[in-house]
């Protein structure tokens, strides 16, 4: 069965660094794009940005664009997400999700991310 | 960006009654290929997001036919016919057509 597996999260300072890991099982995984959205606590869902499955394009949300980078190794079935210059305002549950055609058909369990001193 | 305005915020409903949720978006959603990139998703409390309803009708595998989605343009409904006390959440309608994505505040739907 199609199955996302976010990892990395944890507590980090302010203007620290952080790389998230999404885990790809049960489907062709280079065949399909994936998002990052992220949910701070008690908020709704923020879209942050999407890799297309050969990698060679990605869009940021302006939130994000020039502190987060995404990637993805095809072979491994992985996308990263590297965070840095992170904020309070980072703070947030982290999910990987599959685009099937401009929906976000299947989600990961979420990576907290909490940004404290 | 697309702002999506979903209303009510908040929307008690008795167990086996119906429940409306709208979503209107700032500007039409219909992409330049046809189709109209609005979905909707249902996350229960702790839990991750899941996929309802994609481009605006169309129900995800395993979802109940309870479950149904309407609209064109910038005013879409997602209706739950008999609601079930599994049903208890919050409600997002979510656009794609126009990157970024966007999404909208969200419903809670609970039980009186």
């Known amino acids: 069965q199609v199955q996302l597996v976010e990892s990395g999260g944890g507590v980090v300072q302010p203007g620290g660094s952080l790389r998230l890991a999404c885990a790809a099982s049960?489907?062709?995984?280079?065949?399909?794009?994936i998002h990052w959205v992220r949910q701070a606590p008690g908020k709704g869902l923020e879209w942050l940005v999407l890799i297309t499955h050969v990698g060679g394009n990605d869009w940021y949300a302006d939130s994000v664009k020039g502190r987060f980078t995404i990637s993805r190794d095809n072979p491994k079935n992985r996308v990263y997400l590297h965070m840095s210059s992170l904020t309070s305002e980072d703070t947030a549950v982290y999910y990987c999700?599959?685009?099937?055609?401009?929906?976000?058909?299947?989600w990961g369990q979420g990576s907290l991310v909490t940004v404290s001193s | 960006d697309i702002v999506m305005t979903q209303t009510p915020l908040s929307s008690p409903v008795t167990l086996g009654q119906s429940a409306s949720i709208s979503c209107r978006s700032s500007e039409s959603l219909v992409h330049t290929d046809g189709n109209t990139y609005l979905s909707w998703l249902h996350q229960r409390p702790g839990q991750p997001p899941r996929l309802l309803i994609y481009?605006?009708?169309n129900r995800f595998s395993g979802v109940p036919d309870r479950f149904s989605g309407s609209g064109a343009g910038t005013d879409f409904t997602l209706k739950i016919s008999w609601v079930e006390a599994e049903d208890v959440g919050v409600y997002y309608c979510?656009?794609?057509?126009?990157?970024?994505?966007?999404f909208g505040g969200g419903t809670k739907v609970e039980i009186k």
């Open positions: 979510m656009q794609a057509t126009k990157f970024p994505v966007t």
């Open positions: 481009k605006i009708s």
């Open positions: 999700a599959r685009d099937q055609g401009l929906h976000l058909d299947y």
């Open positions: 049960g489907f062709a995984f280079s065949r399909y794009d």
